[in-house]
């Protein structure tokens, strides 16, 4: 299971000193509206695209539980999952183009609602990219305002409690804080876990580029510069607003370890480590073994494995350090998601859905609902939806474990 970290007793006094907003309606798709903006690790267009029907990487197929609707404007990057003191899942996903969030049921995948509009004040983002929650906290990188911003998650009090009638209330989102903005350039993906009760670190990587080819893309600078690929943080609660700390940057320099086109980080405590998604295709796209405190094993998995473009990273795992990491390949068609022993980093076999495809970011929650009592793991889909596996049919479809014990 995912660590966590007591942050209810906090939220009244932090909700009472927070900037707030409500969440707005969906917005309907406009296939019509273009996603032109580039990402520093893009190649050639569309008919260079790889194609997972014309790769032969062998994978099983898993058909999604369902896919969100489609938002095509929004350029969707990245999800991830509170879930409500009552057990209900809600499912965020950064909309790039949009600068808000995304909220759906995690159930069933309905749009539910909105959060936050084009800008820098809290509240407020430009180009949202990675994101993660923790506890009752959810933390999301923008690339173009260069920080990493907080936000609380709570449920409004019930409208009524007459037997029988539905519960329509979604949660409230409220910019408690941000931090970053001194030593971030142009970051991109990150890592959050509790240090203890009341500290949290968070580590995000950052994409600063040396400039752009004839081409339009954007070159990583030479190896001796790329020291600074992870910035780490550290956040005290117990006051009325977070305090962030900035700790140190990372990354290795050398050829076989450096970070060339990061994004995607995800850890592992009990077994010391860091996995960290190379998505540079010139060099060769894969996944980095780190240490926890930033040193790199001398081992990069997948280089044999990943045909397209190594993106997002999640970890299934149980108290006695054993479980499975997930990394996607992100072929255009339909995505392919690499699944390793947690410890060994073994190659246990792939699974790719019948819809989903170029996906970025992913989330795995371990801690399930009703609809997926034994979890569940969401994938972006091309740049407008989320779709739903549950781990029930990815378990069978591999021989994994669908819980750590029973």
Same mark, same amino acid.
């Given at each position: 299971?995912?660590?966590?970290?007591?942050?209810?007793?906090?939220?009244?006094?932090?909700?009472?000193?927070?900037?707030?907003?409500?969440?707005?309606?969906?917005?309907?798709?406009?296939?019509?509206?273009?996603?032109?903006?580039?990402?520093?690790?893009?190649?050639?267009?569309?008919?260079?695209?790889?194609?997972?029907?014309?790769?032969?990487?062998?994978?099983?197929?898993?058909?999604?539980?369902?896919?969100?609707?489609?938002?095509?404007?929004?350029?969707?990057?990245?999800?991830?999952?509170?879930?409500?003191?009552?057990?209900?899942?809600?499912?965020?996903?950064?909309?790039?183009?949009?600068?808000?969030?995304?909220?759906?049921?995690? /159930?069933?995948?309905?749009?539910?609602? =909105?959060?936050?509009?084009?800008?820098?004040?809290?509240?407020?983002?430009?180009?949202?990219?990675?994101?993660?929650?923790?506890?009752?906290?959810?933390?999301?990188?923008?690339?173009?305002?260069?920080?990493?911003?907080?936000?609380?998650?709570?449920?409004?009090?019930?409208?009524?409690?007459?037997?029988?009638?539905?519960?329509?209330?979604?949660?409230?989102?409220?910019?408690?804080?941000?931090?970053?903005?001194?030593?971030?350039?142009?970051?991109?993906?990150?890592?959050?876990?509790?240090?203890?009760?009341?500290?949290?670190?968070?580590?995000?990587?950052?994409?600063?580029?040396?400039?752009?080819?004839?081409?339009?893309?954007?070159?990583?600078?030479?190896?001796?510069?790329?020291?600074?690929?992870?910035? =780490?943080?550290?956040?005290?609660?117990?006051?009325?607003?977070?305090?962030?700390?900035?700790?140190?940057?990372?990354?290795?320099?050398?050829?076989?370890?450096?970070?060339?086109?990061?994004?995607?980080?995800?850890? /592992?405590?009990?077994?010391?480590?860091?996995?960290?998604?190379?998505?540079?295709?010139?060099?060769?796209?894969?996944? =980095?073994?780190?240490?926890?405190?930033?040193?790199?094993?001398?081992?990069?998995?997948?280089?044999?494995?990943?045909?397209?473009?190594?993106?997002?990273?999640?970890?299934?795992?149980?108290?006695?350090?054993?479980?499975?990491?997930?990394?996607?390949?992100?072929?255009?068609?339909?995505?392919?998601?690499?699944?390793?022993?947690?410890?060994?980093?073994?190659?246990?076999?792939?699974?790719?859905?019948?819809?989903?495809?170029?996906?970025?970011?992913?989330?795995?929650?371990?801690?399930?609902?009703?609809?997926?009592?034994?979890?569940?793991?969401?994938?972006?889909?091309?740049?407008?939806?989320?779709?739903?596996?549950?781990?029930?049919?990815?378990?069978?479809?591999?021989?994994?474990?669908? =819980?750590?014990?029973?």
């Amino acid at each position: 299971m995912r660590p966590t970290v007591c942050v209810s007793a906090l939220l009244p006094v932090l909700l009472a000193l927070s900037a707030c907003a409500t969440p707005e309606s969906p917005r309907a798709s406009d296939p019509s509206k273009p996603l032109v903006e580039r990402e520093p690790d893009e190649r050639g267009g569309a008919d260079t695209d790889p194609l997972l029907s014309r790769s032969g990487v062998a994978h099983q197929v898993v058909e999604e539980a369902f896919v969100t609707p489609a938002t095509q404007q929004d350029n969707i990057d990245s999800p991830a999952v509170w879930r409500a003191p009552n057990g209900r899942l809600w499912l965020l996903a950064t909309a790039k183009q949009g600068g808000a969030l995304t909220i759906y049921d995690g /159930d069933d995948g309905r749009a539910v609602g =909105r959060f936050g509009r084009e800008g820098d004040a809290l509240g407020e983002f430009r180009r949202p990219n990675g994101i993660a929650v923790l506890g009752d906290l959810a933390f999301v990188v923008e690339r173009d305002n260069r920080r990493v911003q907080v936000l609380s998650l709570s449920m409004p009090a019930a409208a009524s409690r007459e037997v029988g009638v539905a519960d329509t209330r979604t949660p409230q989102l409220r910019a408690l804080m941000s931090f970053g903005q001194q030593q971030l350039q142009q970051p991109y993906g990150l890592w959050v876990r509790a240090l203890g009760p009341q500290q949290i670190e968070v580590i995000v990587t950052d994409a600063y580029m040396a400039g752009e080819d004839a081409d339009g893309n954007e070159i990583p600078p030479p190896l001796e510069q790329l020291g600074r690929r992870m910035q =780490r943080y550290r956040l005290q609660l117990g006051a009325a607003t977070p305090v962030a700390q900035h700790v140190a940057a990372f990354g290795d320099t050398s050829a076989a370890g450096a970070i060339r086109v990061p994004e995607s980080i995800w850890g /592992d405590p009990a077994n010391d480590r860091l996995l960290i998604a190379e998505e540079d295709l010139s060099t060769g796209t894969a996944v =980095r073994d780190y240490t926890l405190d930033g040193r790199y094993r001398g081992q990069t998995i997948g280089q044999d494995l990943f045909k397209a473009q190594a993106e997002g990273i999640a970890l299934w795992q149980c108290e006695d350090g054993s479980g499975y990491w997930i990394a996607t390949d992100q072929f255009k068609d339909r995505s392919v998601f690499h699944v390793f022993d947690r410890v060994s980093l073994r190659h246990l076999g792939a699974f790719a859905g019948k819809t989903v495809g170029n996906t970025d970011g992913v989330w795995l929650q371990q801690n399930g609902s009703v609809r997926f009592p034994d979890g569940v793991f969401y994938a972006v889909h091309d740049d407008q939806a989320v779709g739903a596996f549950d781990w029930r049919g990815i378990a069978q479809a591999l021989g994994l474990r669908s =819980r750590c014990s029973g």
